[in-house]
């Protein structure tokens, strides 16, 4: 089991350009959400889906979009890029109340 | 809304110690509570899980305790090394909000050699 993958671990970015954040997990979870984290904020959740084809906002979905074709995986799409979403970002699964996170993404936008 | 503290944010003790990590929380309706270990440029780490029947969870050197009523988790840390070093973070799942979870923003842990 390789559990929760998160690719890229590292990306810049310049303002206005558009990339998404790849999360796949193989231990058939139904749950998966993605969270970002910065510094004195702690983590807030961005987008979950509680299986394939269901999504839904979290605390601060702006600027991201999400989809979920299959429930292995669970894309993060940032459609144009703002220095404000420079962060840290984590992809998790769930099952049985107990959550599994992934290495994280850290991004950079200039 | 469910609120999570962790104090302190901070903790610098001898190697060898024992030492105890809290958390605290608003609402006491919660389902289950689970300790999470991060490292430097890395992601969280589940250490135990608690379900709102237990009281208490353990694995090695670490134990969990959990009492709804007051509000309280604490995360114990036995004989303490420098391996043990990290950022500590429960979370709590209530039900309530986006996805019924509540992070606390951790206790940043240093074990001096």
């Known amino acids: 089991n390789a559990g929760v993958t998160q690719t890229p671990k590292f990306q810049v970015l310049k303002t206005g350009q558009s990339m998404t954040l790849q999360c796949a997990q193989d231990?058939?979870?139904?749950?998966m959400s993605w969270y970002r984290q910065d510094p004195g904020m702690g983590l807030r959740l961005i987008h979950y889906s509680v299986g394939a084809g269901i999504t839904d906002q979290g605390e601060v979905p702006n600027g991201y979009n999400v989809s979920r074709s299959t429930t292995e995986d669970f894309p993060l799409r940032l459609l144009s890029a703002a220095p404000s979403q420079t962060s840290v970002y984590f992809c998790?699964?769930?099952?049985?109340?107990?959550?599994?996170f992934g290495e994280g993404s850290r991004l950079t936008v200039l | 809304k469910q609120e999570v503290t962790q104090i302190p944010a901070a903790l610098s003790v001898p190697e060898g110690e024992n030492l105890v990590l809290n958390c605290s929380f608003t609402d006491s309706a919660i389902y289950n509570l689970q300790w999470f270990r991060q490292d430097p440029g890395k992601g969280l780490t589940s250490l135990l899980l608690i379900q709102s029947s237990q009281r208490e969870q353990t694995s090695g050197r670490l134990n969990a305790s959990l009492d709804k009523s007051s509000g309280r988790s604490t995360l114990y840390i036995a004989a303490s090394q420098p391996g043990d070093s990290a950022t500590y973070l429960c979370a709590v799942y209530s039900g309530g909000g986006a996805d019924g979870l509540t992070f606390g923003k951790g206790t940043h842990l240093i074990i001096q050699p």
């Open positions: 231990m058939n979870h139904e749950y």
């Open positions: 998790a699964s769930k099952i049985g109340g107990e959550l599994f």
